[in-house]
């Protein structure tokens, strides 16, 4: 069974750091490219990052360029978010998805608050 | 980086077939094949429904459609369901490794 399963979101205060986590299972995970996407309490889903099968790519969303870093251990068949300077319209919950240019299995999401 | 516009709201009576509209630009929805579709249910991460404009997915049920006219996307639920109550992104790809959703249409069964 393919599975995705997110951990690392935690409440941190404004201008912290944390750092995301997307454990696979399931599939070959060094066949495909995956994605972050984000949904803000009551709000709709917003694409965060993705990162190419190999890593040598990535690609952000204006809102986190600069802030926020994808990356990748395909030994561990697993993915990573790196979030800096937080901020609070950075609450959101947090999913990764395996993806071609749609996203076809997603996680169960890990949530993120920045508040003081 | 803008969402795509979608209706807020939907709604139709079981059997009947609604369509909801995802309206880009050609940067995006214009210029690529690669409109998707997702559904999600309160509480549940989203899942794909269609995927590169009209195709669907195995399992997804085939009263489930997808078209495409310049830069507006459309998704057809045909014998609506009492199930199909949920919110519905469109997502597309917008070039350079970006994709940008739509914002969202909210579904009711009457």
């Known amino acids: 069974e393919v599975q995705l399963v997110e951990s690392g979101g935690v409440v941190v205060q404004p201008g912290g750091s944390l750092r995301l986590s997307c454990a696979t299972s399931?599939?070959?995970?060094?066949?495909?490219?995956m994605r972050w996407v984000r949904q803000a309490p009551g709000k709709g889903l917003e694409w965060v990052s993705l990162i190419t099968w190999d890593g040598g790519s990535t690609y952000y969303a204006d809102s986190v360029k600069g802030r926020f870093t994808i990356s990748r251990d395909n030994s561990k068949n697993s993915l990573y978010l790196q979030m800096n300077s937080l901020r609070p319209e950075d609450t959101a919950l947090y999913y990764c998805?395996?993806?071609?240019?749609?996203?076809?299995?997603w996680g169960k999401g890990t949530p993120v608050t920045v508040s003081s | 980086q803008s969402a795509l516009t979608q209706p807020a709201s939907v709604s139709g009576s079981p059997g009947q077939s609604i369509t909801i509209s995802c309206t880009g630009t050609r940067s995006d929805v214009g210029g690529y094949n690669y409109v998707s579709w997702y559904q999600q249910h309160p509480g549940k991460a989203p899942k794909v429904m269609i995927y590169?404009?009209?195709k669907r997915p195995s399992g997804v049920s085939n009263r489930f459609s997808g078209s495409k006219s310049g830069n507006t996307a459309s998704l057809t639920i045909s014998g609506l369901q009492a199930e199909d109550e949920a919110d519905y992104y469109c997502?597309?790809?917008?070039?350079?490794?970006?994709?940008?959703f739509g914002t969202g249409t909210k579904v009711t069964v009457l």
């Open positions: 998805a395996r993806s071609y240019y749609y996203m076809d299995v």
């Open positions: 590169d404009v009209t």
């Open positions: 997502c597309s790809y917008a070039g350079s490794g970006t994709s940008v």
């Open positions: 399931g599939f070959t995970f060094d066949d495909y490219a």
